[in-house]
């Protein structure tokens, strides 16, 4: 039995990189890299090429003004804010990076495989639609989905479990009922948006779905929010194909956060998610955060097993829902499940 996994990657990607140490580093896809290479045997893994993105797939979700703005970028160092920095290649870096997700969704599109993993750099949910912010230029995921529906995909789900809210993705299709973007995060922090009662406007209210959790977090919790309010979002929503906003800083080590999630949470995350959808859904991890570098490693490596489902005696033991959760994070989920049900019966 194979089952192959599709990959992008560019040692392009490495040239994105800050004057002075900086947490969003090249060291980080290291991690991931050697997260891949580790894989069962079982899983075959192909690799599609990077290549530029056009300025028409960059202006399905940004403005031609911010991307003017970054062209011109090129060359410079440059600081777009407090967090967010340039070198003289990564404008040219992003733009490669927004292009390997968009040919990775055409290959998933094509049939070609049904499993994606795009480790892309610099990561892109905080970008909005005219400007860098959060450690982001472009927003890779929502440039991937835009695409997705531009070539034929009727619905298309994003499902972000960064433990910083994708305030940019949530921007660039909160009006629109055709992408469904969901998202779990640590709530209240960075970046200040991602509270339950935010669930989109005009034709697109129901189709934003925040889970936010607050600070101490863990597997039982996680668990919970993905199996009471995100696979019957999944099942319900029936995509054409899922996105994820890969980021693994809840992780119990990484220094950005406060969560607690141990790496092989998130193997059990995406099996919740895989077993909601039809068997034939296509589905593609896009790196986002993640900072402490073992723990990003063992959390890449775990989430991809629990994407294909390959054999993993963790992912197969016994369910994490069944510890206690806290009364505040039984709370927290109960509340988004109610703001949504209006929507969605399912819940």
């Known amino acids: 039995m194979t089952i192959p996994l599709l990959c992008v990657d560019d040692v392009a990607f490495d040239e994105h990189h800050a004057r002075a140490p900086h947490p969003e580093c090249p060291e980080r896809l290291h991690a991931a890299r050697r997260a891949i290479a580790e894989l069962p045997e079982i899983v075959t893994r192909g690799y599609v090429s990077a290549r530029a993105a056009s300025e028409d797939e960059l202006a399905r979700v940004h403005t031609s003004a911010y991307i003017d703005r970054l062209g011109r970028s090129a060359g410079k160092w440059a600081q777009w804010d407090a967090d967010t920095f340039a070198a003289p290649r990564s404008a040219e870096v992003a733009t490669k990076a927004a292009g390997g997700g968009v040919a990775l969704v055409d290959a998933l599109m094509r049939r070609d495989a049904r499993f994606g993993a795009a480790l892309l750099r610099p990561p892109g949910h905080h970008a909005r639609p ?4 959060g450690f982001c230029l472009l927003n890779n995921v929502a440039i991937a989905a835009a695409h997705a529906r531009a070539i034929g995909a009727r619905r298309v789900m994003i499902v972000d479990f960064d433990v910083h809210h994708g305030n940019g ?3 660039m299709f909160y009006d629109d009922p055709n992408v469904l973007f969901v998202s779990t995060h640590q709530f209240p922090f960075y970046p200040g948006t991602g509270d339950a009662i935010e669930i989109g406007s005009r034709d697109g209210r129901g189709f934003t779905a925040n889970v936010p959790l607050s600070r101490g977090a863990g ?6 929010a993905f199996e009471r309010v995100i696979a019957p979002l999944a099942s319900e929503f029936a995509p054409d194909i899922v996105l994820f906003s890969a980021g693994f800083d809840a992780h119990r080590d990484d220094p950005l956060a406060g969560m607690l999630l141990t790496a092989s949470a998130y193997g059990r995350l995406l099996v919740v998610v895989r077993q909601a959808v039809a068997d034939t859904t296509p589905m593609a991890l896009f790196l986002e955060g993640g900072y402490d570098l073992p723990g990003l490693e063992a959390s890449v490596g775990a989430a991809l097993r629990g994407l294909v489902g390959a054999p993993d005696e963790e992912l197969a033991g016994p369910s994490p829902n069944t510890n206690p959760l806290s009364p505040a ?6 509340r988004a499940r109610q703001v949504l049900r209006e929507h969605w019966p399912g819940l």
Not at 219 to 224: N, T
Not at 329 to 334: G, L, Q, T
């Open 130 to 133: 005219d400007g860098a912010m």
């Open 169 to 171: 993705t949530q921007e």
């Open 219 to 224: 597997d039982a919790e996680y668990f919970a």
């Open 329 to 334: 994070h039984e709370r927290e989920i109960e």
